[in-house]
């Protein structure tokens, strides 16, 4: 890794949110690995375990800066306080218990910089950890998938002016990624994908993201999607004639996704089905 969040004229800035992730956090901060300098800031989200507290202190000689919440404002917020910390043009979240891959960052910039209208870049991503597979993601911002689900990486490569512009990630109790989508989707935002199979980060599977609590929430949080972003919904009709779904995904969707709640089985069976092909968001 190379930089701090000190570090003059860099073009990219990594944020990666912390609370209770001491064990992994270094292996996150070691998966940071770019030729050019970085922006690099952590944002201890009131931890109050020892091995986080540990894993912060040996920062402290490391080129990274470390910022602190005094009370735990969640994942949003801790992405927000990193953001406002940095400098750089372009912006990557980095959950602390995921790892970046070596040398991306830096062809994800170089991407941006060859197309100035884009306002994010994104690949495909691995998940690890209790099962393996590459999560394929649409070659594009789709305003009509969005609206019933998010097939979106949480790590991207934002272009600061666009985070600015939609006041970056908004305080929910879930699916503040989603609604980042969202809120750049409704704006009307574009965004270069690296090619299909092109893997931009690893997302691991663990813990809490295993236990997946939003689905039980999932009706009253996708409900208040919908609610902050109506512009989005009023031009679903629209979105949906633009969409590159296929016409039988495009009925689909709404049967699939949407306000229906959740069941445990059903991230098994999905996962089983992009296994086989035949469930995948390709373009």
Same mark, same amino acid.
């Given at each position: +890794?190379?930089?701090? @969040?000190?570090?003059?004229?860099?073009?990219?800035?990594?944020?990666? /949110?912390?609370?209770?992730?001491?064990?992994?956090?270094?292996?996150?901060?070691?998966?940071?690995?770019?030729?050019? $300098?970085?922006?690099?800031?952590?944002?201890?989200?009131?931890?109050?375990?020892?091995?986080?507290?540990? @894993?912060?202190?040996?920062?402290?000689?490391?080129?990274?800066?470390?910022?602190?919440?005094?009370?735990?404002?969640?994942?949003?917020?801790?992405? #927000? &306080?990193?953001?406002?910390?940095?400098? @750089?043009?372009?912006?990557?979240?980095?959950?602390?218990?995921?790892?970046?891959?070596?040398?991306?960052?830096?062809?994800?910039?170089?991407?941006?910089?060859?197309? /100035?209208?884009?306002?994010?870049?994104? %690949?495909?991503?691995?998940?690890? %950890?209790?099962?393996?597979?590459?999560?394929?993601? $649409?070659?594009?911002?789709? *305003?009509?998938?969005?609206?019933? &689900? #998010?097939?979106?990486?949480?790590?991207?490569?934002?272009?600061?002016?666009?985070?600015?512009?939609?006041?970056?990630?908004?305080?929910?109790?879930?699916?503040?990624?989603?609604?980042?989508?969202?809120?750049? @989707?409704?704006?009307?935002?574009?965004?270069?994908? +690296?090619?299909?199979? &092109?893997?931009?980060?690893?997302?691991?599977?663990?813990?809490? !993201?295993?236990?997946?609590?939003?689905?039980? #929430?999932?009706?009253?949080?996708?409900?208040?999607?919908?609610?902050?972003? $109506?512009?989005?919904?009023?031009?679903?009709?629209?979105?949906?004639? !633009?969409?590159?779904?296929?016409?039988?995904?495009?009925?689909?969707?709404?049967?699939?996704?949407?306000?229906? $709640?959740?069941?445990?089985?059903?991230?098994?069976?999905? &996962?089983?089905?992009?296994?086989?092909?035949?469930?995948? *968001?390709?373009?």
């Amino acid at each position: +890794m190379s930089g701090g @969040a000190s570090t003059d004229g860099a073009r990219i800035a990594v944020i990666i /949110p912390c609370y209770r992730d001491g064990e992994l956090l270094p292996e996150a901060i070691a998966s940071v690995s770019e030729e050019e $300098p970085l922006e690099v800031v952590v944002v201890d989200d009131a931890s109050d375990d020892e091995a986080t507290r540990l @894993a912060l202190e040996q920062l402290s000689t490391a080129s990274v800066t470390v910022a602190r919440h005094e009370r735990n404002l969640g994942v949003a917020a801790a992405r #927000n &306080t990193g953001f406002r910390a940095t400098r @750089a043009r372009y912006v990557f979240p980095l959950d602390a218990d995921d790892l970046a891959a070596s040398g991306m960052l830096g062809q994800m910039a170089d991407r941006l910089d060859e197309n /100035p209208e884009a306002d994010v870049c994104f %690949g495909d991503y691995r998940e690890f %950890g209790s099962s393996e597979l590459l999560r394929q993601v $649409p070659g594009h911002i789709d *305003p009509y998938r969005l609206l019933y &689900t #998010n097939e979106y990486p949480v790590s991207a490569l934002y272009r600061r002016t666009a985070l600015e512009a939609v006041g970056g990630w908004a305080a929910l109790p879930a699916y503040e990624d989603w609604h980042l989508w969202m809120s750049l @989707a409704e704006r009307g935002a574009t965004g270069v994908h +690296m090619g299909p199979q &092109t893997v931009t980060y690893r997302r691991r599977l663990h813990g809490e !993201r295993l236990l997946t609590r939003a689905k039980f #929430n999932h009706r009253r949080l996708y409900l208040r999607l919908r609610q902050d972003h $109506p512009r989005l919904s009023g031009d679903m009709r629209e979105h949906r004639r !633009r969409s590159s779904l296929s016409r039988r995904r495009k009925l689909l969707y709404p049967l699939v996704y949407g306000g229906r $709640p959740r069941f445990s089985w059903e991230a098994r069976v999905k &996962t089983l089905l992009e296994r086989s092909g035949s469930w995948t *968001p390709r373009r």
